[in-house]
């Protein structure tokens, strides 16, 4: 028996929605204040998957205000297959509200942001025998309003479907008709660790639904299972007729709350029928696979030298990319960026990364500052949670936010001319120290043997030119985690600008 490893998306991928076009899959998930949005990932066996593009790639689709605030900007999508187009709807917080767009081909192009007049979040769509189409989401409970998709009208008032079986926060609908029935499925209990799933069904639309006897069908909530904040799941039928659900997950380490810094991921779980009631799970990080012939892609490159006219869509920015201050036509094979703000806590910084998909990864890249530049690498939660190692003049320093604290706590005199800065991330070596630095440079920001239970350690530093990794600084890693930060973003790896134009020759991120 063929087995395969979860989560099946890694790192900050939650809220996956999925459908199937004959033999191939994809999958939206959510991106809030990064862009381009809606990430949009494809797969033959529902186990390998290769990012494609994005349904909101373009400025005249997505641009967020300075002043959006992290974890807002776009919520959870849907992603549906009708009349030979794809649609997908979703809510842009602090934003322009729900939306949809389409395209004949998920890889784009997608079409201009049509509005659809609904309050809430977690906007799903399904259509029923007579073609109309319905809209459910999520707002004071779960509500449904037929719609015309292609101008976005409500054809009629939301009316009250059916919101799980009393815990907070109802959310995430999926709508779908199988057989006789309609069924609802939905996430409530939070998107923490109390995270659960529910179903109930009906003869007909609206309603009313009854629900399963044994709700919730899917929670690991007081359990010790390595795969926690399980939920916002999405059921697909595969095309030798079993049946799966991808759905989202953490995976807590360390001490105790347990802390989790690559976000909410993208699972994959069985589903099996019982009395014409859908039951998911188990859900497991190893697990017999699909029984579908396997389709592995070429792994995503782990370095990049900028050759290429366009960033690849792994790459992310927060809230829009301005092309004034992202070039790649600047200096041949460089990735030049030129700071807007002045720090990295300003929501306007130039910053240019890609999502920690790896526990355990090494990130590197090469920068020329020049005389008058500042920049480097960092390792980004939020504006007020990240880790940084930049070079400025003859300096390169560790600098750490935490919360309202900004500390530089390490740094040291190198020779001027492009450098290679260094951050690792491990997991091995439980109970890392909350701040060590090396002699000779600054003296350390904790008491001295003071000792933690984080989900891992990050190495900060720079490489000399025989290639030694000179270690500046060691941080925790647990404040880099929703746990402490909150929110519900992951860590985001990558390169920034805070004064001049620095210039990246190349950028690496590869596991362990």
């Known amino acids: 028996m063929a087995y395969f490893d979860n989560p099946v998306i890694p790192g900050f991928s939650p ?3 999925i459908c199937r076009v004959d033999e191939d899959y994809y999958v939206a998930t959510s991106s809030f204040e990064y862009v381009p949005g809606v990430p949009l990932w494809h797969s033959r066996d529902l186990v390998h998957w290769r990012l494609i593009g994005h349904a909101l790639g373009r400025a ?10 992290s974890s807002c900007g776009v919520y959870a999508p849907t992603l549906r297959h009708h009349d030979g187009r794809f649609w997908m709807i979703t809510t842009v917080v602090a934003g322009a509200g729900t939306v949809l767009v389409t395209a004949e081909d998920p890889a784009g192009p997608w079409s201009e942001p049509v509005p659809v007049g609904i309050p809430g979040i977690d906007p799903d769509l399904a259509w029923d025998e007579e073609g109309n189409c319905w809209c459910v989401f999520s707002h004071d409970g779960i509500r449904g309003v037929r719609i015309e998709p292609t101008t976005g009208e409500l054809l009629g008032e939301p009316v009250e479907m059916w919101s799980g079986s009393g815990l907070q926060y109802p959310e995430g609908p999926h709508l779908y008709r199988v057989g006789d029935w309609w069924y609802l499925l939905l996430s409530e209990g939070g998107t923490e660790r109390g995270h659960a799933m529910s179903v109930a069904r009906a003869r007909a639309l609206p309603g009313p639904f009854e629900p399963h006897p044994d709700n919730p069908v899917l929670s690991h ?5 390595p795969v926690q904040n399980t939920g916002h799941g999405d059921l697909v039928r595969a095309h030798d007729g079993t049946w799966w659900m991808v759905l989202l997950g953490t995976r807590p380490r360390g001490d105790t709350p347990g802390f989790h810094g690559m976000g909410r991921e993208t699972f994959l779980a069985p589903v099996r029928w019982e009395d014409e009631w859908p ?8 697990a017999p696979a699909p029984e579908l012939a396997p389709h592995p892609w070429p792994g995503e490159p782990r370095r ?4 290429a006219p366009v960033l690849a869509p792994c790459w992310v920015t927060p809230r829009r990319s301005d092309p004034a201050a992202v070039r790649l036509d600047e200096r041949p094979g460089h990735l030049v960026l030129h700071a807007l703000a002045d720090g990295m806590d300003r929501p306007g910084a130039t910053f240019v990364g890609r999502r920690q998909r790896d526990a355990d990864c090494t990130a590197r890249t090469r920068v ?8 480097g690498l960092a390792v980004r939660l939020d504006e007020a949670h990240h880790y940084q190692v930049e070079r400025e003049g003859g300096t390169v320093r560790v600098v750490a936010r ?3 604290v900004r500390q530089t706590v390490a740094e040291r005199a190198v020779r001027e ?28 920001a904790a008491p001295s043997g003071l000792r933690v239970g984080g989900p891992d350690t990050f190495r900060m530093g720079y490489e000399t030119g025989d290639g030694v990794f000179e270690i500046l600084a060691e941080l925790d890693g647990r404040y880099l985690t929703t746990e402490v930060a909150g929110g519900f973003t992951g860590r985001v790896i990558g390169m920034y600008a805070t004064q001049g134009a620095p210039a990246f020759d190349w950028f690496e991120l590869s596991p362990a």
């Not at 909530?221 to 299972?225: D, N």
């Not at 039951?279 to 190893?286: A, F």
């Not at 450098?419 to 000779?440: K, Q, Y």
Request: charged share 20%; aromatic share 2%; hydrophobic share 25%.
């Open 221 to 225: 909530r007081s359990t010790g299972h």
């Open 402 to 404: 935490i919360g309202p």
């Open 304 to 307: 990049d030298g900028f050759e």
């Open 368 to 375: 020329d500052v020049g005389r008058t530049g500042r920049g």
């Open 60 to 69: 005249s689709q997505l641009t967020l205000p300075d002043t959006t605030p």
């Open 279 to 286: 039951l998911p799970g188990p859900l497991e990080l190893r």
């Open 15 to 17: 809220d996956p929605s």
């Open 417 to 444: 001319g492009p450098l290679t800065l260094r951050a690792d991330v491990t997991t091995t070596g439980v109970l890392p120290p909350t701040v060590t630095v090396r002699p000779g440079d600054l003296e350390s």
